[in-house]
């Protein structure tokens, strides 16, 4: 089976996705690197329902806990790496109001749902809360399809594509196979 | 030790200098070499020899440290290399650090600069149009700067030339504003770039959208092969040099034949600090330079150099070249070195969607990067209330849409099998700037670079032409997108710095009359004729073509006139 993607794709994906570019900050002090091992715990399995283990592999089968984290840490606007922290350290009380427990203690369906509800209804919660949110989503949005398992396993990257079609009928398009370019 | 003094002498003497080895000393190392002179090249800025300093060229995306982005830490410390869209992780190696050349910005302006062998010829985006008749008459009709010592006519041939060498796909599309030239078949407009192509011939008579003439091999000739580069694979990596050599760049094709050719020494990590001036013989004779590791200083000695380092820094270095026949710069006797820089105004896009054509899309990738419109204002004759015009960029493509909401099992799903999103259409303007002597560059009286060199001080800006000329862009690009159908029309100021078009030129331009110009018609400075400068500073207007084939073709004939001037003795 031949499937492939574009690099061009996934990375104008990536680009548009991106957390906003810099501006000089006065200081660094990556708040990430200062996550204790239970909050890593915790973004982990935030990621972990962000993108689960299905009949494909998952956020911690690829390692995207450690990818999020290191994006958070070397790219990130530390105005935004605040935001992330302060928004992970509401989560459990998130959780407490929804289930009655802590979001490591609640069940996949409770995660997805608790999750769900940031992601449908961010008026709801606080806006550190849906900040950290949506950076997560992206992040590991980001790290799965930019992933090696992704671009050769699920949409096949090119590098070299050797051709160009300017009037390519979208009906030969198999969006589930999608090769690069097509887009 | 005299025998051994002299012996050093001859060994530090060469046929021929070339200051620079980025576009045009590139060429000028060729067409020296290809007529048997003995070359020197030297170069400020590290070694990047084709494909072997190549370190990104084969890099899946998933092998990058950062998904393709520059760590936060890399971007506080260069603000100004940051804005340029080629400073991405793959690519950034090849751009100069803020810090490490520093400059004085007595306006802003975003100096990007490509310190290595082949310079910025190996990050530049490829387009290669001709200038016509219509923008070498540009000043002596509308009255600006001064006239053009040369016309197309003079020019043409060596167009022609450096065609056939660099490999260039284009149309033949028949425009009298954007002359034909050596073109192997272009890249393809898209479905909806066609499409434009037609409504703007019905709606804008006049106004055509032509395929973008690139130097991209789409068909590669035996003269292509004998440089080793083969045909273009449409990867559109180009900024991490490419192992085809699909495309142009001083790497890949110029430097390497003149290195076959036997008759090229290329030394890089040495920085001019001055060309050196004979009182008595009433000539140059060599340069200065030191070494940027050991800072130690060495002359070479050459009867006819070339000044091929980048605008700006050609500039710097004739201020610096002074003597007591030329106090204020090599050359300088009418005091207009540094002066009349100009560029192109690349502050202005118009984005939108198009709704129709939704069965088709694209397959693969365009080097060439989609269509173009030559300048369509005041061609003729002066129309408009501003001077001059703007040739126009023009590209559609269909991207992956990804979901903004969701997540879990379903998320997955849809990543797995994205969905295509609307055409999207962006119109880049590309202004034609006006040169003015309040646009200038000059040396800062104290303060100097880490290799004794005075930090160069910008004071470059845009001007009302400017401003009019992009509301016109505006009016026009959503007029034309209006007529053509497409919707969300988002005229966009990026409200840039000049700089950050890498279009900067101008400060040593050419012109018929040493009090008003520093170069005659042959790219030779009036005052010191076995001096020649043939990149961007040579410019006397800027047009509103993508220069560097310009500076090609300059540069090529320049060196066959030099070596005619060599024979006859006269230089």
């Known amino acids: 089976m031949n499937r492939r993607i574009a690099l061009k794709h ?17 200081e660094r002090e990556p708040a990430s690197t200062a996550l204790s091992a239970a909050q890593r715990q915790l973004v982990a399995e935030v990621c972990e329902t962000l993108l689960p283990r299905t009949a494909t592999l998952g956020a911690h089968d690829l390692g995207l806990p450690q990818y999020v984290l290191k994006m958070l840490a070397d790219c990130t606007p530390l105005q935004e790496q605040r935001i992330f922290v302060a928004g992970l350290g509401q989560l459990d009380a998130a959780a407490q109001r929804q289930h009655g427990r802590s979001f490591g203690a609640s069940s996949p369906a409770q995660r997805t749902a608790l999750l769900g509800h940031i992601d449908q209804r961010p008026a709801n919660f606080p806006n550190e809360l849906t900040g950290f949110y949506r950076a997560t989503r992206q992040l590991t949005i980001d790290g799965y399809t930019n992933s090696k398992y992704f671009m050769t396993k699920q949409v096949v990257h090119e ?16 969006l589930a196979n999608p090769r690069h370019g097509q887009s | 030790m005299a025998n051994l003094n002299i012996d050093s002498v001859k060994a530090r003497t060469f046929d021929a200098i070339v200051i620079g080895s980025g576009m045009s000393g590139g060429w000028a190392a060729k067409e020296f070499t290809d007529k048997g002179l003995k070359t020197l090249v030297v170069e400020r800025g590290r070694q990047v020899e084709h494909n072997k300093d190549y370190p990104t060229t084969n890099l899946n995306p998933w092998e990058f440290a ?16 940051s804005r340029c869209y080629v400073f991405k992780e793959d690519a950034m190696h090849f751009v100069v650090k803020d810090q490490e050349h520093p400059y004085v910005q007595e306006k802003p302006f ?38 053009w010592p040369i016309r197309y006519d003079d020019l043409a041939p060596w167009y ?7 490999g260039i796909s284009g149309n033949r599309d028949g425009l009298a504003e954007l002359p034909d030239g050596e073109f192997m078949p272009a890249f393809p407009l898209n479905a909806v770039e066609d499409y434009f192509r037609q409504q703007v011939q019905k709606s804008h008579p006049g106004r055509h959208v032509i395929s973008a003439r690139c130097a991209h091999l789409s068909k590669p000739q035996p003269i292509h092969y004998e440089q080793g580069r083969v045909q273009c694979q449409n990867r559109t990596l180009c900024q991490r040099g490419c192992p085809f050599g699909g495309y142009f760049s001083s790497n890949s094709s110029t430097l390497p034949w003149a290195m076959k050719s036997g008759h090229l020494t290329l030394k890089p990590d040495l920085v001019v600090q001055t060309v050196l001036y004979d009182e008595q013989q009433g000539r140059a004779t060599g340069i200065r330079v030191v070494d940027t590791h050991t800072k130690a200083t060495v002359e070479y000695y050459a009867p006819v150099i070339f000044v091929n380092a980048g605008a700006l820094n050609t500039n710097l270095l004739l201020l610096n070249s002074t003597s007591h ?8 006797d009418s005091g207009v070195l540094g002066k009349y820089v100009a560029f192109h105004n690349y502050s202005a896009r118009v984005f939108a969607e198009y709704e129709g054509l939704k069965a088709l899309t694209t397959d693969g990738r365009n080097p060439a990067g989609g269509g ?29 849409v990804q979901p903004a909401h969701g997540l879990g099992a379903s998320l997955k799903q849809q990543l797995e099998r994205p969905a295509l999103g609307p055409w999207r259409v962006h119109a880049g303007m590309m202004g034609e700037t006006i040169p003015k002597a309040t646009n200038y560059v000059r040396l800062d009286p104290t303060r100097k670079d880490a290799w004794g060199m005075p930090l160069l001080s910008v004071s470059v800006d845009y001007d009302d032409n400017d401003a009019k000329m992009k509301q016109d862009f505006f009016e026009q690009f959503t007029d034309m997108f209006t007529q053509a159908g497409f919707t969300n029309i988002t005229p966009q100021d990026s409200h840039q710095a000049p700089g950050l078009d890498i279009h900067e030129m101008g400060g040593v331009r050419m012109g018929h009359d040493a009090k008003t110009s520093m170069l005659n018609r042959w790219n030779q400075l009036h005052a010191c004729p076995n001096v020649y400068v043939t990149d961007s500073a040579c410019m006397t207007s800027t047009s509103t073509q993508n220069p560097s084939l310009t500076y090609m073709a300059l540069t090529a004939r320049a060196v066959d006139h030099a070596v005619s001037e060599l024979k006859k003795q006269n230089l």
């Open chain 2, 66 to 81: 950062h998904n393709g982005k520059v760590p936060q830490a890399v971007q506080e410390v260069n603000p100004i290399a």
């Open chain 2, 372 to 400: 173009y419109l030559p300048r369509f204002r005041n061609v003729q004759k002066q129309e408009t209330d501003f001077l001059r015009g703007y040739a126009t960029s023009f590209g559609a493509s269909r991207d992956l």
């Open chain 1, 10 to 26: 996934v990375a104008l994906l990536a680009a548009a996705a991106g957390l906003p570019g810099c501006l000089s900050q006065p």
């Open chain 2, 160 to 166: 022609s030339y450096v065609e056939k060498f660099a």
């Open chain 1, 159 to 174: 590098l070299v594509p050797s051709r160009y079609n300017g009037y390519y009928p979208v009906s030969k398009v198999d």
């Open chain 2, 110 to 147: 975003d100096w990007i600069r490509g310190y290595q062998v082949g310079g910025k010829s190996l990050l530049w985006a490829r387009q290669t149009q001709r200038w016509s008749k219509y923008d070498f008459e540009g000043p002596a009709r509308d009255g600006f700067a001064v006239d």
């Open chain 2, 325 to 332: 026949r030329f106090p204020n710069g090599l050359g300088n």
